[in-house]
């Protein structure tokens, strides 16, 4: 599994939107790995952020 398809499974697993350091807690991932993944998803329009360092599931 690619990294980032573990931090969208985390986003998808979380009814709240996360903050880079708590994706990266919750999937044991690096944080510098876990921005570069949002980074890409936040590009494709699959992630949003909602507010500033949060991040959610684009509906």
Do not use: F, H, Q, W
């Amino acid at each position: 599994m690619e990294i980032k398809d573990k931090v969208l499974e985390a986003l998808k697993n979380s009814a709240e939107p996360m903050k880079g350091g708590e994706i990266a807690e919750a999937t044991g991932i690096d944080k510098k790995e876990v921005d570069k993944a949002i980074k890409a998803l936040k590009t494709e329009g699959t992630i949003i952020s909602p507010k500033r360092c949060y991040y959610g599931i684009a509906e």
